[in-house]
């Protein structure tokens, strides 16, 4: 079976409670509309659409579209072409930023710290299921401004890592919009804010600039570098829509994941509902680097990620890997899971099979958060 | 797959999904990214990708003749910006050491000598051989303050290109000095203090300290409590190097240790994330006021101006900090500085050694790659 259908599962129908705005280019925080509790933030449509290929290549240039109206053509370019274009970048990017900052919070839950956005004016927000934790939590919100505002923990999409939390001091939020996952590409650009080391006295969220450098029904990849503390935090594209929430990291700057908006579009009556869901991993926070197959001894090697811990061992794809600290394992799902109860950083023995021998080595286990 | 299987019920195929999705992020995608996959960015096309920065090939053209790449015993450590048309020279203090020369655009080398150090912001004054090199340029300054968050930054380099480009990230403000430590825990004992814990990777196991050593100097200073250095070391900055004398036994014995910074003796995990995707500075923390900006930079491509749009001085890249940061003295800070450096009013001491040679080069960390 080829491997990429273990990342494959179905969609569901997609909830039909959209409410299609008026097309905004530039980001304007919510407020207009009228919202029942614990209904959905709408999203807008989109004003433009950047039409990358079809991808048999996303290198490929894209096709040539007209933009709208106000929207600069370099949205619509594989590569910035020009001063004009860079600038063009520049007055959108800047444009946004106040009000990105204003709506990302910092969050404190016990002694854990990350970050989160605001998606609603009655204080819904997004943030990843490892900084939540579990339902029903108390939440310490810092706003933009080093406010701090009261909240809870509601529901969880483990297996996503997608959280939702609300906040239940009164107040008036800057709030962002919830972006539509059909209208992402790859090669978009987009805006990452959170506070990277937890909050900071004195430090507004921190804004980075970036591409989507992948896109998956279970993932967002982009190139706006992540740390600690950025964990929940919203990735935006360039019309200030939510489109991911900061979920982990790889070795390498460039390998920065993001829970996809679909997530929390697909599982938001449950997790206002406060449902945990999606499955639950032991600890879930190490990663080997290793993509692979069932077989009869183990899992098959079938992709190196390169850079990460397996790569460096010599594990190399043709490997069947058959014992995890001593353990032996089912198939590829039994190895993942060997590896998510194990912590980053540390050091674990990797038996496999190569040419028939017989091998062991020691792999140090990376971070993905 | 038996769990594709359609027969299976909604909850068990919840799970599944749920840890189809943990695998795919946490095993696959790095590989996914790095991959000839079709669907992923290619690297040139990444924010930082080399076609992305051919936009920026005029933005630099100026810049990069005021740029120099300072050298170390002919080892590249930093680089400069030439101020003025006597060959006066700014760059990052705490990375120099040993024969100093400048390299320019189109590979011309001058010696170079220390003319003033600022150890508040970190900032060398060099002056070449202006003799050596006719037609010396000199850097434009922005005139119109900071860029605002969102905004262009672009580091210049010797070549066409530039080294790299990112966003201002936080506006300007303090960057805290964090005060250096051992890496050790102590306890009072008869004149001195005992070290009862050694931390993993701190500069005391480095040096070859060793629990149950008991110090009772440090560089010649007696210490007769635990609290006495605690004080000494307070005052020292990571980075720093110091001689601590330590009775060990019945003998007297002397080891240089070079302070770590507290985030890597006790969040071992926050340091190694921050890490994650190059090495650090030495000297990051403390500086009165900078500019966070999110370009990728290394160490040792710190020190030389980082320019706007206009291709105009915004400030001196001072440190690379963590993944995700990077600061930079602004210009409006510089300007009234450099006077007094070039008058002599920060003179190197003839006397005592220079304070660069107390800064020493970070220590090799075993491990860390």
């Given at each position: 079976?080829?491997?990429?259908?273990?990342?494959?599962?179905?969609?569901?129908?997609?909830?039909?409670?959209?409410?299609?705005?008026?097309?905004?280019?530039?980001?304007?925080?919510?407020?207009?509309?009228?919202?029942?509790?614990?209904?959905?933030?709408?999203?807008?449509?989109?004003?433009f659409?950047?039409?990358?290929?079809?991808?048999?290549?996303?290198?490929?240039?894209?096709?040539?579209?007209?933009?709208p109206?106000?929207?600069?053509?370099?949205?619509?370019?594989?590569?910035?072409?020009?001063?004009?274009?860079?600038?063009?970048?520049?007055?959108?990017?800047?444009?946004?930023?106040?009000?990105?900052?204003?709506?990302?919070?910092?969050?404190?839950?016990?002694?854990?710290?990350?970050?989160?956005?605001?998606?609603?004016?009655?204080?819904?927000?997004?943030?990843?299921?490892?900084?939540?934790?579990?339902?029903?939590?108390?939440?310490?919100?810092?706003?933009?401004?080093?406010?701090?505002?009261?909240?809870?923990?509601?529901?969880l999409?483990?297996?996503?890592?997608?959280?939702?939390?609300?906040?239940?001091?009164?107040?008036?939020?800057?709030?962002?919009?919830?972006?539509?996952?059909?209208?992402?590409?790859?090669?978009?650009?987009?805006?990452?804010?959170?506070?990277?080391?937890?909050?900071?006295?004195?430090?507004?969220?921190?804004?980075?600039?970036?591409?989507?450098?992948?896109?998956?029904?279970?993932?967002?990849q982009?190139?706006?570098?992540?740390?600690?503390?950025?964990?929940?935090?919203?990735?935006?594209?360039?019309?200030?829509?939510?489109?991911?929430?900061?979920?982990?990291i790889?070795?390498?700057?460039?390998?920065n994941?993001?829970?996809?908006?679909?997530?929390?579009?697909?599982?938001?009556?449950?997790?206002?509902?406060?449902?945990?869901?999606?499955?639950r991993?032991?600890?879930?926070?190490?990663?080997?680097?290793?993509?692979?197959?069932?077989?009869?001894?183990g899992?098959?090697?079938?992709?190196?990620?390169?850079?990460?811990?397996?790569?460096?061992?010599?594990?190399?794809?043709?490997?069947?890997?058959?014992?995890?600290?001593?353990?032996?394992f089912?198939?590829?799902?039994?190895?993942?899971?060997?590896?998510?109860?194990?912590?980053?950083?540390?050091?674990?023995?990797?038996?496999?099979?190569?040419?028939?021998?017989?091998?062991?080595?020691?792999?140090?286990?990376?971070?993905?958060? | 797959?038996q769990?594709?299987?359609p027969?299976?019920?909604?909850?068990?195929?919840?799970?599944?999904?749920?840890?189809?999705?943990?695998?795919?992020?946490?095993?696959?995608?790095?590989?996914?990214?790095?991959?000839?996959?079709?669907?992923?960015?290619?690297e040139?096309?990444?924010?930082?990708?080399?076609?992305?920065?051919?936009?920026?090939?005029?933005?630099?053209a100026?810049?990069?003749?005021?740029?120099?790449?300072?050298?170390?015993?002919?080892?590249?450590?930093?680089?400069?910006?030439?101020?003025?048309?006597?060959?006066?020279?700014?760059?990052?203090?705490?990375?120099?050491?040993?024969?100093?020369?400048?390299?320019?655009?189109?590979?011309?080398t001058?010696?170079?000598?220390?003319?003033?150090?600022?150890?508040?912001?970190?900032?060398?004054?060099?002056?070449i051989?202006?003799?050596?090199?006719?037609?010396?340029?000199?850097?434009?300054?922005?005139?119109?303050g900071?860029?605002?968050?969102?905004?262009?930054?672009?580091?210049?380099?010797?070549?066409?290109?530039?080294?790299?480009?990112?966003?201002?990230s936080v506006?300007?403000?303090?960057?805290?000095?964090?005060?250096?430590?051992?890496?050790?825990t102590?306890?009072?004992?008869?004149?001195?203090?005992?070290?009862?814990r050694?931390?993993?990777?701190?500069?005391?196991?480095?040096?070859?300290?060793?629990?149950?050593?008991?110090?009772?100097?440090?560089d010649?200073?007696?210490?007769?409590?635990?609290?006495?250095?605690?004080?000494?070391?307070?005052?020292?900055?990571?980075?720093?190097?110091?001689?601590?004398?330590?009775?060990?036994?019945?003998?007297?014995?002397?080891?240089?240790?070079?302070?770590?910074d507290a985030?890597?003796?006790?969040?071992?995990?926050?340091?190694?994330?921050?890490?994650?995707?190059?090495?650090?500075?030495?000297?990051?923390?403390g500086?009165?006021?900078?500019?966070?900006?999110?370009?990728?930079?290394?160490?040792?491509?710190?020190?030389?101006?980082?320019?706007?749009?206009?291709?105009?001085?915004?400030?001196l890249?001072?440190?690379?900090?963590?993944?995700?940061?990077?600061?930079?003295?602004?210009?409006?800070?510089?300007?009234p500085?450099?006077?007094?450096?070039?008058?002599?009013?920060?003179?190197?001491?003839?006397?005592?050694?220079?304070?660069?040679?107390?800064?020493?080069?970070?220590?090799?960390?075993?491990?860390?790659?």
């Amino acid at each position: 079976m080829a491997s990429i259908r273990r990342t494959a599962f179905h969609r569901r129908a997609l909830p039909l409670l959209t409410v299609v705005l008026a097309a905004a280019f530039f980001a304007a925080p919510l407020g207009a509309q009228e919202k029942k509790g614990g209904e959905r933030p709408a999203k807008s449509a989109g004003s433009f659409a950047v039409a990358n290929a079809p991808s048999t290549s996303a290198d490929a240039a894209p096709p040539p579209v007209a933009a709208p109206a106000g929207a600069a053509a370099v949205f619509t370019k594989a590569v910035p072409e020009s001063l004009e274009d860079l600038r063009a970048i520049e007055r959108q990017v800047t444009a946004l930023s106040e009000d990105l900052i204003r709506a990302t919070v910092g969050v404190r839950i016990g002694r854990a710290q990350g970050s989160g956005v605001i998606v609603s004016d009655d204080g819904y927000v997004l943030t990843a299921a490892h900084v939540a934790g579990s339902p029903g939590r108390e939440v310490e919100f810092i706003l933009h401004d080093g406010r701090k505002v009261r909240g809870k923990t509601l529901g969880l999409h483990r297996g996503l890592d997608a959280g939702l939390m609300q906040i239940t001091t009164e107040g008036k939020w800057t709030v962002a919009e919830m972006g539509d996952m059909d209208e992402i590409r790859v090669g978009d650009w987009c805006v990452a804010t959170g506070h990277p080391g937890g909050y900071h006295d004195g430090r507004a969220p921190v804004v980075r600039l970036g591409r989507v450098v992948l896109k998956r029904d279970s993932v967002i990849q982009s190139d706006c570098a992540l740390v600690g503390g950025d964990s929940g935090g919203p990735l935006f594209d360039m019309q200030g829509r939510v489109i991911g929430i900061h979920s982990r990291i790889g070795p390498s700057i460039v390998w920065n994941f993001h829970v996809p908006i679909s997530a929390y579009e697909e599982g938001w009556e449950r997790m206002v509902a406060s449902e945990v869901f999606g499955g639950r991993p032991s600890r879930g926070s190490a990663v080997m680097g290793v993509n692979g197959d069932d077989h009869a001894e183990g899992a098959e090697v079938t992709g190196v990620s390169e850079g990460f811990p397996a790569e460096e061992a010599g594990l190399r794809v043709g490997d069947v890997i058959t014992k995890i600290e001593g353990k032996s394992f089912k198939g590829f799902d039994g190895l993942a899971q060997l590896v998510l109860e194990q912590e980053p950083g540390d050091v674990v023995e990797v038996e496999f099979l190569r040419d028939g021998k017989r091998t062991t080595v020691k792999v140090t286990l990376a971070a993905r958060e | 797959m038996q769990h594709d299987s359609p027969t299976r019920g909604t909850a068990r195929r919840d799970i599944l999904r749920g840890l189809a999705a943990w695998t795919a992020a946490a095993l696959l995608f790095g590989a996914a990214g790095a991959a000839a996959n079709a669907q992923s960015l290619s690297e040139r096309r990444l924010r930082n990708g080399a076609s992305v920065r051919e936009a920026f090939r005029s933005v630099v053209a100026e810049p990069s003749r005021w740029t120099v790449r300072v050298l170390a015993d002919k080892k590249p450590i930093a680089f400069g910006l030439i101020v003025d048309k006597e060959g006066y020279v700014l760059t990052k203090a705490s990375e120099l050491n040993g024969g100093l020369a400048c390299e320019l655009k189109g590979g011309k080398t001058a010696a170079a000598e220390i003319v003033g150090i600022h150890p508040e912001t970190d900032l060398a004054l060099l002056k070449i051989a202006a003799k050596a090199i006719e037609d010396l340029p000199a850097a434009a300054w922005r005139q119109a303050g900071d860029p605002p968050v969102g905004g262009w930054v672009v580091t210049p380099g010797l070549d066409e290109l530039p080294v790299s480009v990112g966003v201002v990230s936080v506006a300007r403000r303090e960057i805290k000095r964090q005060s250096g430590v051992l890496g050790v825990t102590i306890a009072d004992e008869e004149d001195g203090a005992k070290i009862t814990r050694i931390f993993s990777n701190s500069g005391a196991e480095r040096a070859g300290l060793k629990v149950g050593d008991i110090v009772t100097a440090i560089d010649g200073t007696a210490v007769k409590s635990s609290e006495a250095l605690t004080g000494l070391v307070r005052t020292q900055l990571p980075g720093q190097t110091l001689r601590v004398t330590v009775r060990r036994g019945e003998k007297a014995e002397q080891f240089r240790v070079t302070l770590g910074d507290a985030m890597d003796a006790f969040f071992e995990r926050g340091s190694l994330q921050n890490r994650m995707g190059g090495d650090l500075s030495t000297r990051r923390y403390g500086f009165p006021v900078a500019l966070q900006h999110d370009t990728y930079l290394k160490p040792t491509e710190c020190g030389g101006p980082v320019v706007d749009l206009e291709g105009r001085v915004v400030g001196l890249n001072i440190a690379r900090a963590g993944r995700t940061e990077s600061y930079a003295i602004p210009a409006s800070e510089i300007l009234p500085l450099l006077a007094d450096l070039k008058a002599g009013k920060y003179a190197p001491k003839d006397l005592e050694p220079p304070p660069t040679a107390v800064i020493g080069p970070p220590a090799p960390e075993p491990g860390n790659k």
